[in-house]
């Protein structure tokens, strides 16, 4: 098995992540796929100082992770995979990856008067994702919003109909 766990995370690699949700999956490896972080250097390196002990940290672009997964890379790795979006999940699991366990938790507030769902208090799901949502929990994933590893799992069925 590839991809062990994901997190949408709108900060990606940050302090609570890496301290809290790296250790908890124990992976050999936590991926960002995030196109603007693969391209910025500073961005890179700054996250690259948060790397969780004892795992491999990449961070790439959506078509070199895309690239890689359906070339086997990862094939004899656990992966904890951080992404800013449900679509980069959805497009992972169309290529054939099974992705056990999906963590909403951290979302950018989206302008007073989008369209959505707020899913307790540090995640909203923009309508225009509901629907990438159902698809990620039809393919078998179980999807739960969760803030912290200590908080308890809530599913997604309670905030939007999947």
């Not at 690259?48 to 690239?67: C, D, N, V």
């Not at 989206?110 to 990620?136: H, L, S």
């Amino acid at each position: 098995m590839s991809i062990t766990a994901g997190r949408i995370d709108y900060r990606l690699l940050h302090g609570i992540v890496q301290g809290f949700w790296c250790p908890t999956f124990a992976t050999q490896r936590t991926m960002i796929i995030d196109d603007a972080t693969a391209e910025d250097e500073v961005r890179k390196a700054a996250m690259r100082m948060s790397k969780p002990s004892g795992q491999a940290l990449s961070i790439i672009t959506h078509e070199k992770a895309f690239t890689n997964f359906k070339a086997g890379k990862y094939d004899n790795h656990t992966v904890f995979v951080i992404a800013r979006d449900p679509q980069t999940f959805l497009d992972l699991i169309e290529i054939g990856q099974k992705i056990p366990v999906l963590t909403l938790g951290l979302t950018e507030l989206p302008p007073e008067g989008t369209p959505g769902v707020q899913a307790g208090r540090r995640a909203f799901i923009k309508e225009e994702d509901i629907p990438v949502y159902r698809k990620i929990v039809q393919a078998g994933t179980r999807v739960e919003v969760r803030y912290m590893t200590t908080d308890k799992p809530v599913p997604i069925s309670e905030y939007i109909d999947v």
